[in-house]
């Protein structure tokens, strides 16, 4: 009887899930089709500049001061020179940009203004000249500890990436002791803070929400610094001081980026062919020395203009970019200002410098990781270039005059910062500007000047600071979605 009661309960159970299935399903049946969409595209703001910011930065800076030192009215036979003080920095700026409409289909105009303050030690403490053995010659101690500057900014923004040129007044402490060595307890110390202008150029991105990286070269004038040091000889001090700064720099942007959507990673990898244009300052530690006679320690300074071309290829991983690059520049660096020894009409003895980068190349490999269609890279690898300097003057009643010239190698390291180009519509999606800065150290040559017994050796050690095209063959650099 239990058993027989069981079954009809389960059986009950079965019919009643039936129905409510069946009631279900023709319930279902009356209701319309449900519509599917798709998700609604997230929105894309356009990178927007306006707004303060604040930031860090480091870099090297070096001096390229023409400086003088002679003795009485008319002066008589002291040399001129260039001190180069060479170091390390770091500092802090703070800034505010107005971005404002397209220009011409260029981008958008960005106006700003930027204070910074660096803390460092840009020194020379090398140079020696007049003999500089037993006791006679001037030996100099330049040095730059701190410097700032308050600019405006005018630059040319696309989307994320801005380009800019910078200018306005300058500051910092310049410290500079001439030792007679004749009477070293005598040193006459120049201190004081300066005041000049500055110019330069840079480029800066965005690395994601609200922050930004940048790289900047700046050109510093903080005019010239005069003295007279009395003992125990009456010299008339004149130095010009000139530094050239190469900085990056990274700011956080207080407003005006706001939320938006990451852009997608851009497509880097194949072969590129491009041009470059620049510029270029040697700081070339060298001496001019004969047994017993001489021993002057002095720089040359080449400056001037470069252009070239580059071509390289690419590898993607992710983010990650690995490359090759090689490249060939001419260059009108030029440095014929130093003079050593003695350097007025009457002294007998005195040597004149003239000395030329005429061109260089590099063989390097690069590494980077692309921050939307911004890509940050580090680079190193094999130099080469042609070095010439003219001599002429005069030793021991033996006049002289040669011209020594080699190619030298040595290496090469630096970074920059690449992204798409495109203006007017000109230029399409495979065309990519870069800013870029280099270090190249060509090593150190000695050469004799023939029948004078005196031996002229040199370093040359370039900074380089250019911007370039480049045009990418197997695809276009545009976001892979």
């Not at 880097?268 to 040697?282: I, R």
Request: with cysteine; net charge positive.
């Amino acid at each position: 009887m239990k058993a027989v009661t069981s079954t009809r309960i389960v059986g009950s159970v079965f019919a009643l899930a039936g129905a409510a299935f069946a009631a279900g399903s023709a319930s279902a049946a009356d209701l319309p089709a449900k519509v599917y969409r798709k998700a609604p595209p997230m929105v894309v703001q356009a990178y927007n500049w306006t707004g303060f910011y604040a930031g860090v930065n480091a870099g090297v800076g070096f001096g390229r001061s023409t400086t003088q030192a002679a003795i009485g009215a008319p002066p008589v036979g002291f040399p001129t020179s260039r001190l180069g003080g060479l170091g390390g920095f770091g500092g802090g700026q703070i800034g505010y940009n107005w971005q404002y409409g397209d220009l011409l289909g260029l981008g958008n105009i960005v106006l700003g203004v930027e204070t910074d303050i660096q803390g460092g030690s840009l020194k020379d403490s090398r140079t020696c000249e007049v003999t500089c053995l037993n006791g006679t010659g001037l030996a100099f101690n330049q040095k730059l500890d701190w410097f700032g500057t308050a600019r405006g900014r005018i630059g040319l923004a696309t989307g994320s990436v801005l380009t800019y040129f910078t200018g306005g007044f300058a500051y910092g402490n310049v410290k500079t002791t001439v030792t007679d060595l004749s009477n070293p307890a005598l040193a006459t110390t120049f201190g004081s803070t300066r005041t000049g202008w500055t110019v330069g150029s840079g480029v800066e991105a965005a690395l994601g929400g609200n922050w930004t990286g940048k790289i900047e070269y700046l050109y510093v004038d903080l005019g010239t610094q005069n003295g007279a040091a009395l003992l125990p000889n009456a010299y008339a001090y004149s130095s010009q001081i000139r530094e050239h700064i190469f900085r990056v720099g990274l700011n956080y942007r207080i407003g005006g980026v706001g939320l938006y959507a990451p852009e997608p990673v851009a497509n880097w990898s194949g072969v590129y062919l491009g041009g470059n244009v620049g510029g270029a300052t040697a700081l070339n530690r060298s001496t001019l020395a004969a047994t017993a006679l001489t021993n002057e320690k002095f720089n040359l300074a080449p400056d001037g203009y470069l252009g070239g071309v580059q071509i390289g290829y690419n590898w993607q991983a992710g983010a990650w970019v690995y490359g090759l690059e090689t490249d060939i520049q001419g260059s009108s660096q030029k440095d014929d200002k130093p003079c050593q020894l003695g350097c007025f009409l009457g002294i007998p003895q005195l040597a004149t410098f003239n000395q030329k980068m005429q061109w260089f190349g590099t063989a390097r490999g690069r590494i980077g990781y692309s921050v939307g269609s911004t890509l940050f890279y580090a680079t190193g690898g094999f130099a080469y270039g042609n070095v010439k300097t003219d001599v002429a003057g005069s030793f021991l009643g033996t006049a002289f005059a040669q011209s020594f010239s080699r190619t030298r190698t040595g290496y090469a390291v630096g970074g920059g910062i690449e992204s798409p180009f495109d203006i007017f519509g000109l230029f399409g999606k495979n065309w990519t500007s870069k800013t870029e800065y280099l270090y190249v150290d060509l090593g150190r040559s000695t050469d004799v000047i023939t029948g004078t017994g005196l031996t002229f050796s040199t370093k040359a050690q370039e900074h380089v600071f250019r911007t370039g095209l480049n045009y990418h063959f197997n695809s276009p650099v545009v976001a892979r979605y």
